[in-house]
């Protein structure tokens, strides 16, 4: 059985920092592209952050950017993402998601996890 299993939300003041983490089990994701993707209340899913297997690419949205750092443990298969600078608009449930191509849009990853809450309190 495939999972990934986001933790490291929670609930903190705006210019803080968190570090998700998103473990994989299941089977391997080698050759996979893995990204996080949020969703806010009454909002669509949005992409956040992805990157490439071998680590070389990375895609930020221009709201995060300058702002969170994802980056991956191939060896532990584990995803993260770095959240410094936190904003109350950041506030939203985050997914981390594997998929065959690196790409911003939802639909094109296969695997999902169960998401974690992440408030941010101005």
């Known amino acids: 059985q495939v999972q990934l299993v986001e933790s490291g939300g929670g609930l903190v003041q705006a210019g803080d920092s968190l570090r998700l983490s998103c473990a994989a089990s299941g089977r391997t994701f080698r050759g996979y592209a893995m990204a996080w993707f949020r969703q806010a209340p009454g909002k669509a899913r949005e992409f956040v952050a992805g990157i490439s297997w071998s680590t070389s690419t990375a895609y930020y949205a221009d709201s995060v950017k300058g702002r969170f750092t994802i980056s991956r443990d191939n060896s532990k298969n584990t995803l993260y993402l770095q959240m410094n600078s936190l904003k109350p608009e950041d506030t939203a449930v985050y997914y981390c998601?594997?998929?065959?191509?690196?790409?911003?849009?939802?639909?094109?990853?296969?695997?999902w996890g169960q998401g974690t809450q992440v408030t941010v309190s101005s």
């Open positions: 998601a594997a998929g065959i191509r690196l790409l911003t849009t939802d639909r094109e990853y296969g695997y």
